[in-house]
């Protein structure tokens, strides 16, 4: 059975927690004793009504305050998919919990609300999800109730966002008029909108096509983990490396190089806890055993030799700063990608992003939580990488905080500066 | 790929980390199906070669034998490196005050032993078979779940997580707990566990046992750790655990379900969550596991 992240972004008040309450509850995934909970939970408030969103809002501050601060991840399942959802927190100030969630999706559901239209949040999230090359977008157009859901309010947004989606390249986007509060194109088919004849929600997340999303026809790229070496004496000579295929294939007899060494070898054994394969693809986790004495340790970086990756010392990527310490042109950091970490320094901070216009400001020499910048970074040692549009594994990094040791940066890289 | 295979990659990857990452991890071990499922990804991430970490257990001393047993069978098995700890030697030499009372448990004591043992072996990363549909709160937690020197966990504060990119550098004193089961389902364990044809306790299985029927749950009278009182009924009938955790804390279900197959069936009908069914320990406040976390719980 095939497995679908997927990630609920949009404004604060657009609906997002309740949308994933509907689709739990009517897709029968809620549990007695956890719909009882809610059930006690909203009768202690005001309105009396049952309130799906205290389904995902686990955190005391949250109910309190009745938003999402954190990511919360919830399962589920129909007869043809698994599902983990990525419920993200829509306020701007904890963005970077929503790309902390992003990040793993296949998915993202942007809601709009159907009063406002596309707004600054739907632009901005917009943006994070084309950045981290989500492959598929559903707008979920929400709230439809309170629009007496007129095809016209739905054409009109369809129309917005198709501009902004122009803007982004990006794609696929599928387009759902919905109400999550009545249930209406969620699991079940609305009566109020027989003007539309697409899928519901959940008829889409069931069927949308997956097969290319974990990179196995992309190059073979394998980070070295760790070294298994038993050093005992039946099993002496035994070197395995320990990793995940993160892309493309690995056929026993194949070439390989290392970076960023960039000695060569050839593959003598795949394995699987013991058991030996001809050949494996991502997003396998496996154990490689190559034919020469190769210094190979963790950190390293494993790749077919018939397509290589950049290395280099100077990066070019955009990046998305998470940090309230400011970042700045000369500021030293950590940068890890896959199992390597090096020290690196800002050279450049090429443009700006407008989260919202998307316009592109230079001249800039330092950016705030949450900014979206395009900067060139210099390292120490040499990194080996694919460009993050191309490869999701091998082209994304994360910055972290010398001192605080927190990562503050998500990093998308671009090619050598 | 099938779902399984993917859940078992992850986990794998996330153990792979932690033995690359740290110095002195542990891998936290209670003899529940969540734990066995962990010794199980780590043979498969780590052999031929010996784990990068000892198995450490937090014993309340009020466990089910069989689970201790198994534990103490596995650990032999496998020729790993068990340790044990024992939350009455902390009562003893820090002068706990014990919960008493009609449903005491020492399910909350288990964090100061816990904490110390991390002390003790200067634990950087400890390894535990937490999931995220569990309970609302683990609902929230990263994979790499940084705690400080105080074992607290805090939930505003928490690192971003990117793609599979696992940061764990920690200062000196602070200590990461890692969940390599994070998105894995109830149900997706018990299918592992049948696919992989991996052993459990036989309390997992329906059996039958003498009960105290309390506040509408099936409390096992093994080990007089539940003390009845005059109005308690004592009752035999035919259960099997859900959850396995502390005796105090973990109420039995009625089942005739004898096989995995049967399990599994009783489970994917069921309309009650895991802790909900089994768990005390959770229901006393809306908020309680992130309490519990908040001072140090895993």
Redesign the interface.
Known sequence: ???LRFITAGSVDDGKSTLIGRLLYDSKSI????LE?IER?SKSRDDGEIDLAL???????E?EQGIT???????F?TPKR?F?IVDAPGHIQYT??M??GA??CQLAIVLVDARHGVVEQTRRHSLIASLLGIPHIVVAVNKMDLVDYSQDVFSDICIQYADLAKKLNVEQVTYIPMSALNGDNVVDRSGAMPWYDGSTLLEHLETVELSND?GVQLPGRFPV??V???QTAE?HD?R?Y???I?SGTFHKGDTITVFPSGETSTIDAIE???NHLDMAEA???VVLHLSSDVDIS?GDLIVRSDALPTSSQTVEAMLCW?DTKEFKVGNKY?L?V??ARTRCSVREIAYQLNVNTYEETEDVDSLKLNDMAKIVLRTAQPISFDSYQQN??TG???L?DETS????G?LMLIGEA | MDYLDQLESEAIHIMREVAGQFERPALLFSGGKDSITLVHLALKAFRPGKFPFPLVHIDTGHNFQEALDFRDDLANCIGEKLIVRYVEDTIRTKKLKEPTGRNATRNGLQTFTLLDTIEEFEFDACIGGARRDEEKARAKERVFSVRDEFGSWDPKRQRPELWNLYNGRIHKGENVRVFPISNWTELDVWNYIRREKIDLPSIYFAHERELIVRDGKLMATAGGVIKPEADDQIVTRQVRFRTVGDISCTAASPSEAATLDAVIDEIQATRISERGETRMDDQLSEAAMEDRKKGGYF
């Open positions: 059975m095939d497995l549990l007695v004793d956890q909970a939970a389904l995902t809002d686990g955190l005391r501050s109910r601060i954190d990511v919360a991840y919830r399962y399942q698994k983990i970077r919990n790309v902390t990040s793993n974990f983990q760790y298994i070496r038993p099993l035994y395995g320990a990793g995940k993160t699987i806890a013991g997003p396998q986790s963790r998470m950590v890890q896959g199992t999701r594994a994304g990094a994360i972290i040791n927190v990562t503050v998500a």
